[in-house]
């Protein structure tokens, strides 16, 4: 489902802040640097990117090759694999960190959880987290949201909000959970904000109406920022499981 998105998301895709990676260092107890992390779902390699240059020691595991190639593209000989967080195609008790960086929603969760439990050394931990735009004061974002409900199938503005934690602690695996948040903004031009629009999965589903909603969205952040460049804040949701120690 991302595969075809992979030219639009390698360019306007927001990045992650830099408290995700000190928070998952304060859980883990330990730096980043040195560690053995799997980064799943690695898309184009935007947490890849930002782990490694934490020092840490990351394999990605993707499933779609479009977004592999991107992601080999912009960092080649980073050890980089296709697979499924399903199924994972690593060997047990090989990683410190498994990452999901906005890909945990994608799957099934009690066969994934199992999966980067077995993977994991004793003590080691589970990181999924998401960027989740946080702008329901502002009409713009509430016709952009009225307008994806008509326009594209299915799409729901609450569609994210599961009991992540919960479901993690549920499936037995883990000895400790934790929820962190954050909140940051970017600015971004106008050209890219629409590029990071088309990026999105449930954008791509609106199909033949694409460029109308598109058009329509263009108008109204017009004029909401006239100067053409988009303030969006975002609120950063990391929830981190640990394994038990050995
Ligand atoms: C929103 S993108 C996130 C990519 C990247 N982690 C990032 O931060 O930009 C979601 C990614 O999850 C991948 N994905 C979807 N289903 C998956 C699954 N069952 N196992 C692993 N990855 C999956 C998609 O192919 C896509 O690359």
């Not at 030219?7 to 306007?12: C, F, I, N, Q, T």
């Not at 560690?35 to 990117?49: E, H, L, P, Q």
């Not at 890219?192 to 109204?220: H, N, P, Q």
């Amino acid at each position: 489902m991302f595969d075809p998105l992979a030219d639009a998301y390698a360019a306007a895709r927001p990045s992650y802040p830099e408290h995700v990676f000190g928070d998952i260092e304060r859980v883990l107890g330990r730096p980043l640097a040195g560690t053995d992390v799997i980064d799943v779902g690695a898309g184009t390699g935007i947490a890849t990117r930002l782990l490694l240059a934490r020092g840490a020691r990351v394999v990605a595991v993707e499933p779609g090759p479009s977004m592999l190639a991107r992601l080999l593209d912009r960092s080649p000989g980073v050890p980089a694999v296709r697979g499924d967080g399903e199924a994972l195609p690593l060997r047990a008790g090989i990683a410190d960190l498994v990452c999901y960086a906005q890909a945990w929603h994608w799957v099934d969760v009690p066969v994934a959880a199992a999966q980067a439990a077995r993977v994991l050394r004793p003590g080691g931990a589970i990181a999924v987290w998401w960027n989740d735009v946080d702008a329901a004061e502002f009409r713009w974002w509430q016709r952009q949201q009225e307008r994806l409900e008509r326009m594209s199938p299915g799409y729901r503005r609450e569609y994210r909000t599961r009991p992540f934690a919960d479901e993690l602690r549920w499936t037995g695996h883990f000895s400790e959970v934790v929820t962190l948040t954050g909140r940051w903004q970017r600015r971004i031009g106008m050209d890219d904000y629409l590029t990071w629009l088309r990026s999105k999965s449930y954008v791509a589903a609106i199909g033949d109406r694409l460029e109308d909603f598109l058009d329509a969205e263009r108008r109204t952040m017009l004029r909401a920022f006239p100067d053409g460049v988009v303030v969006e804040p975002f609120r950063t949701l990391l929830v981190i499981a640990r394994t038990p120690e050995g």
